[in-house]
Structures are given as structure tokens and as C-alpha cells.
């Protein structure tokens, strides 16, 4: 069994969960996080490529590593010039490549209070 942990706001309450992911809200959405399936291992010292659903958000105009307990590796995106911009897409994922975190903040600061709760956990 593996997961991975995070808290946000607390005065944002959570909107739905349609399975695939989790939006909360504050006046409008505030957040969405998702977890899916890896295919292959990331490199942790390579900022990987955003796909089509992620650059809607912008381009990166900042990309720095996250050190995420319990992660193999982590990423920051800090986005501008999309539809939903700004935004701050973070990503981690699991030592074994089973999944990776997606959490996509779309208020100014919120990230920088998720960032420092977010763990992950995996069974040996």
C-alpha cells in the first residue's frame, strides 16, 4: 500500500471528489490534486516536460525541486499567461514509480502553506 498525505487550507472546504480528483474551494476553486499511475521511473534531477492539460495553466516562468518526505523526488512550477494563471503546480512521486501527487493551487500563496505538509508513504 502507498499514499501520499497533504492539508490545505482550513478554511477551504473540499468541493468534490469524481475519483480521478479532488477539488477544494474557497470563493471558487482554490485547488484540485489528483493521483495517478506512473508508466516508467522519473529522474529526479530533471524537471519533467508539463503535458497539454498542465500548459493550459501557462508556461513555467519557475521550476524548482520539492523535498517531499518519504518521495523519491518533487517539483515546482510556478505558472503564468495560461487561462487559470497564476498558478503553482506541484508534482512528487513514490520511490517504486507506482504513483505521483498532482497538486494544482490556484491562489497566490496557498502553496507555500501546502508544500510543508505533503508526505508520501509506500509499504517495503
Known amino acids: ?17 469524481n475519483g480521478a480528483y479532488t477539488y477544494y474551494s474557497a470563493t471558487t476553486i482554490a485547488a484540485s490534486a489528483t493521483v495517478s499511475t506512473l508508466t516508467a521511473c522519473r529522474d529526479p534531477a530533471t ?13 513555467p516562468t519557475q521550476t524548482s525541486p520539492l523535498s517531499i518526505p518519504g518521495a523519491a523526488g518533487g517539483w515546482r512550477y510556478n505558472m503564468s499567461g495560461g487561462t487559470q494563471a497564476p498558478a503553482t503546480v506541484l508534482l512528487t512521486w513514490l520511490p517504486n ?16 502553506r501546502i508544500i510543508p ?6 509499504e517495503k
Open 1 to 17: 500500500m502507498s499514499y501520499f498525505g497533504w492539508a490545505v487550507p482550513s478554511e477551504w472546504r473540499q468541493e468534490s471528489d
Open 117 to 122: 505538509t505533503i508526505v508520501a508513504q509506500q
Open 47 to 59: 524537471a519533467p516536460t508539463l503535458d497539454d492539460w498542465t500548459t493550459r495553466l501557462g508556461t
Open 97 to 112: 514509480c507506482e504513483h505521483e501527487l498532482w497538486i494544482t493551487v490556484y491562489t497566490d500563496d496557498a502553496a507555500d
